[in-house]
């Protein structure tokens, strides 16, 4: 059966910026990008399989390190890219993410999963954003619609950790620090490189990726692997999502996803968010709560 596709514009004179291109949604997200003409940077914590894939790229591309669990990494990677060398980027996907089968802690201190899947990328965005030129995009889930964000333990250090609760809370985290970011955009408190950046949110569905494999269990993530390659799509379709929140005139702000199976799988399509996830008042509490966390001012 012929793969649904759609419609990628000519990308000849665009840059895009992925993290966590080297396999997966954002491996699919750059080949596609790529070879529709744009200049693709790989923002990825294996230096080695980023240079690996992009030799594969038929585009022209750059690798930068960046592991999002750790702030002084998020730092240097963006030194790097606004330095004397740095150019506009154009498109930035947000793509990167993490789950983890017993709760850690990042370089920082942070719960891994908020760390690596919120603030990392929150952090990134904000200091690469005098280098945009359109649009940020951050790939969340629809995982967020099972969480409601603690913020007086947002790190599981006093209640139950289980990687289903944690990424939840982790996925809500993006949806509201985009939706914060969006306001800041538009109202102009955030320091954007051209007017009209804006931020579009996405849900890639039920993917076949190796973000499954994460039980810890090696019997359990076969038995998964096998249930995700009889009902999850593949990881070129799920990217279909991220690609359509990338180069479509949307409204600000808009949460695309699937259109089929409770939006697990299917062609890209306007979708519904919780109502916390909508809420600007906690959006507020959140980009509030990172600007404390980080240390790193994100107005």
């Known amino acids: 059966m012929a793969q649904n596709t759609i419609e990628i514009p000519d990308l000849t004179e665009q840059t895009w910026l992925i993290t966590g291109a080297t396999n997966g949604v954002g491996l699919e997200t750059a080949r596609a990008a790529s070879g529709r003409g744009a200049r693709v940077i790989l923002a990825v914590r294996d230096v080695a399989r980023g240079r690996e894939v992009a030799a594969e790229l038929p585009g022209r591309t750059r690798v930068?390190?960046?592991d999002l669990a750790s702030l002084d990494s998020v730092r240097r990677a963006a030194a790097e890219l606004t330095g004397d060398d740095g150019e506009p980027i154009?498109?930035?996907?947000n793509n990167a993410g993490t789950i983890t089968p017993t709760r850690r802690e990042t370089a920082d201190g942070f719960e891994m999963l908020?760390?690596?899947?919120?603030?990392?990328?929150?952090?990134?965005?904000?200091?690469?954003?005098?280098?945009?030129?359109?649009?940020?995009?951050v790939v969340g889930?629809?995982?967020h619609k099972a969480a409601s964000f603690d913020f007086d333990d947002p790190h599981f250090r006093n209640r139950r950790w289980s990687s289903s609760r944690a990424y939840a809370q982790s996925k809500l985290g993006d949806m509201l620090w985009g939706l914060a970011l969006d306001r800041r955009l538009r109202d102009g408190r955030a320091e954007a490189g051209s007017p009209g950046v804006d931020v579009q949110l996405t849900h890639p569905g039920w993917a076949a990726t190796n973000i499954s494999n994460a039980t810890g269990n090696p019997t359990l993530d076969r038995v998964i692997t096998g249930i995700c390659s009889l009902f999850a799509q593949p990881a070129a379709q799920a990217a279909l999502t991220t690609l359509y929140a990338a180069t479509r005139p949307l409204p600000p702000c808009s949460y695309t996803g699937p259109d089929a199976m409770r939006h697990l799988r299917g062609m890209p399509t306007?979708?519904?968010?919780?109502?916390?996830?909508?809420?600007?008042?906690?959006?507020?509490?959140?980009?509030?709560?990172?600007?404390?966390e980080t240390g790193s001012p994100v107005r």
Request: hydrophobic letters at 55%.
């Open 141 to 143: 889930s629809n995982a």
């Open 64 to 66: 930068v390190e960046l």
């Open 90 to 93: 154009d498109v930035l996907v």
């Open 270 to 292: 306007l979708i519904g968010r919780s109502a916390e996830a909508s809420d600007p008042e906690v959006a507020e509490r959140l980009w509030a709560l990172a600007e404390r």
């Open 114 to 137: 908020l760390g690596v899947n919120v603030w990392g990328p929150l952090v990134l965005t904000r200091l690469l954003l005098p280098r945009v030129r359109r649009r940020v995009v």
